[in-house]
């Protein structure tokens, strides 16, 4: 069978051979949606960049993996601007892939990444499991931020339970008690089960009945959040308050919200999950627990580094505050 060429991926992509040159080496911006038709191509026809026969050639230039789900959330970007004045002050240079949530597609990526001879890899929420990694990569450095420790690989993240009790915690104080949860059971959004166990967690320090009408799947996109909110409404289910599983779903709550006439926050309350850039600036502005995503993105790379130095790096105590902003009042 003959081996898959970039121009394969172009021919399949519908785009020209400098695009996806650009896409394999990062050297220009491209539109999201060639970047889907890219990768798509590339995962349908199995192709990579340098050939299996060919033995790596080692350069001056040092190169640390980075495998992300998605370059569409805010979450990941935010984390991703953190890293890039880590990385820029170094002697590293970061090999970005997509897996778009796909296990198969991470076997690929990670593959992908081993033949262009990477020396360490940083996994931002992780869809295969740390021993399925472990397996591909053997004794490679691995870095694994957010989601869940499984115990194999050094983990940076946050306290996703505590983080879901300090949102409901704030929505009970200011008198809600029927309060919904939009949670993501999507493979690798381990952390937002965890901030649905903090939000249960809340609700009965506060005597409250955990309703499971009131708990329910709300992706971590607006148009998930969206037609859960829907949903909500149609069934005449009362509620006023929704706890969102990301800024993201939070933004698609309010848009439903609004659209049936409900006002945010005069009737429901509504708050979020990281502090993205469009929470500040979407009216009303959100309330939500911030991450420190940027020093998330900043301690990955020097810790990658410390690593593959041979060394272990401590790394520091990642704290969440919530940001008071339009979207919450008190309950009438």
């Known amino acids: 069978m003959k081996t898959p060429t970039a121009k394969d991926v172009a021919d399949a992509a519908n785009v020209s051979m400098s695009t996806v040159s ?3 080496n990062r050297t220009a911006p491209i539109t999201k949606q060639t970047i889907i038709a890219i990768e798509q191509a590339i995962s349908e026809l199995g192709f990579v960049p ?6 790596v050639v080692k350069t001056k230039e040092k190169l640390i993996g980075l495998m992300i789900p998605t370059f569409d959330s805010s979450f990941i970007s935010s984390t991703l601007d953190g890293m890039d004045p880590a990385i820029q002050n170094s002697a590293y240079r970061l090999v970005i892939e997509t897996s778009n949530w796909n296990k198969d597609r991470e076997v690929k990526v990670i ?3 081993l033949k262009q001879g990477i ?6 929420v992780n869809s295969l499991s740390e021993a399925e990694i472990k397996a591909i990569v053997d004794e490679l450095p691995v870095l694994v931020v957010a989601g869940v420790s499984e115990g194999i690989y050094q983990h940076i993240s946050i306290d996703n339970v505590a983080g879901g009790r300090l949102a409901t915690d704030y929505l009970i104080e200011l008198g809600h008690r029927n309060i919904v949860n939009l949670y993501s059971s999507e493979l690798g959004n381990k952390d937002s089960l965890l901030r649905s166990q903090g939000y249960r967690e809340s609700l009965e320090s506060a005597g409250i009945h955990y309703d499971t009408k009131l708990s329910l799947e709300g992706g971590y996109r607006a148009s998930c959040a969206s037609r859960a909110t829907q949903s909500l409404i149609d069934q005449g289910i009362e509620f006023t308050a929704i706890f969102a599983g990301n800024d993201l779903s939070a933004l698609g709550v309010i848009k439903t919200l609004s659209q049936n006439g409900i006002k945010v926050p005069d009737q429901v309350s509504v708050v ?3 502090d993205s ?3 500040s ?3 009303p502005k959100l309330t939500t627990i911030k991450q420190p995503l940027s020093e998330m993105g900043e301690v990955a790379i020097q810790q990658m580094m410390a690593m593959i130095a041979g060394k272990t790096a401590s790394l520091p105590t990642l704290k969440l505050e919530i940001i008071v902003r339009g979207s919450t009042a008190r309950i009438a």
């Not at 020396?119 to 931002?124: A, D, Q």
């Open 22 to 24: 650009r896409y394999l």
């Open 50 to 55: 340098l050939n299996p026969k060919q033995k």
């Open 111 to 113: 593959h992908r990444m």
């Open 119 to 124: 020396e360490g890899l940083i996994v931002l």
């Open 272 to 274: 979020g999950f990281d």
């Open 277 to 279: 850039p469009a929470a």
């Open 281 to 283: 600036v979407f009216l």
